[in-house]
């Protein structure tokens, strides 16, 4: 065998893996996307993969309010984060009161990849 082909069979053997490697998605939601609930004192997000806690969160903010139109962007703070396997539960020190949300997530998996999403629900 020549080199060159050694060289090529190597470098195919180790990119490989990191090809067949999955990434995590976000598979459910409470508050699902788009949903609007009463107001929440919880959130949970599910993923596909397990993932690494201390690297990975959630930001809240509070996009709009009813009979404010000019309404500024809110970040929601105070809340605490736990993770149980796949399920990341976010505890809220309040229910949320009635608005429009957004909610940014990242998560660090297994294999060190961060992945990140949002979506948006309202509280009624």
Not at 39 to 55: H, V
Not at 70 to 94: A, C, Q, Y
């Amino acid at each position: 065998m020549n080199r060159s082909l050694v060289a090529l069979i190597a470098a195919a053997a180790i990119a490989l893996p990191g090809v067949a490697a999955a990434h995590s998605k976000l598979l459910s939601s409470s508050p699902a996307a788009n949903a609007t609930v009463a107001k929440p004192t919880k959130l949970t997000l599910t993923f596909s993969e397990t993932f690494l806690a201390p690297m990975s969160g959630v930001e809240i903010v509070m996009t709009g309010m009813p009979g404010m139109a000019d309404h500024p962007p809110m970040p929601i703070k105070g809340f605490k984060t736990s993770v149980e396997g796949k399920t990341m539960t976010v505890t809220l020190p309040r229910s949320l009161p009635a608005g429009s949300y957004d909610l940014k997530w990242h998560i660090v998996g297994a294999d060190q990849h961060k992945m990140e999403g949002s979506y948006s629900f309202k509280v009624k």
